[in-house]
Nanobody, 115 residues
Framework: EDQMVESGGGLVQPGGSLRLSCAAS????????MHWVRQAPGKGLEWISS????????RYADSVKGRFTISRDNAKNTLYLQLNSLKTEDTAIYYC????????RGQGTQVTVSS
C-alpha cells in the first residue's frame, strides 16, 4: 500500500522559511516522479512543483517560483520542499503526491503564514 507522510509544517511569520519532508513507502520511490500540491482554506487543490525520478527535471508554479525549492533523496525515500520568503497567501495544507492533480497523496502538513 502506497504511503506518504508529510511533516515540517507550522506557524511562521511572513518572510520566514520552512522545510517540508515527505517520507514515502509502499512503492518504488526512485522510479516515481513526485509532486507537491497545496490546498488553501476554501479553495481547491493547487499544483506547485514537480520533480523527475532523478531530480534533474524540475518545474514550479509561477506563484512559488524563485521562493520554493523541491528536492528528493532516493536513498531515503524522501521528498522535500524548501519554502522561503513565505507570504500570507502561502497558508495552506501541503501534500506530496504521486500525481500532479493531487491523486494518491499523503495526509498533508499545515503551513500557516501570519504575523
Amino acid at each position: 500500500e502506497d504511503q506518504m507522510v508529510e511533516s515540517g509544517g507550522g506557524l511562521v511569520q511572513p518572510g520566514g522559511s520552512l522545510r517540508l519532508s515527505c517520507a514515502a513507502s509502499g512503492f518504488t520511490f526512485s522510479r516515481q516522479p513526485m509532486h507537491w500540491v497545496r490546498q488553501a482554506p476554501g479553495k481547491g487543490l493547487e499544483w506547485i512543483s514537480s520533480i523527475s525520478t532523478n531530480g534533474i527535471v524540475i518545474r514550479y508554479a509561477d506563484s512559488v517560483k524563485g521562493r520554493f525549492t523541491i528536492s528528493r533523496d532516493n536513498a531515503k525515500n524522501t521528498l522535500y520542499l524548501q519554502l522561503n520568503s513565505l507570504k500570507t497567501e502561502d497558508t495552506a495544507i501541503y501534500y506530496c503526491a504521486k500525481d500532479p492533480t493531487g491523486g494518491s497523496r499523503g495526509q498533508g502538513t499545515q503551513v500557516t503564514v501570519s504575523s
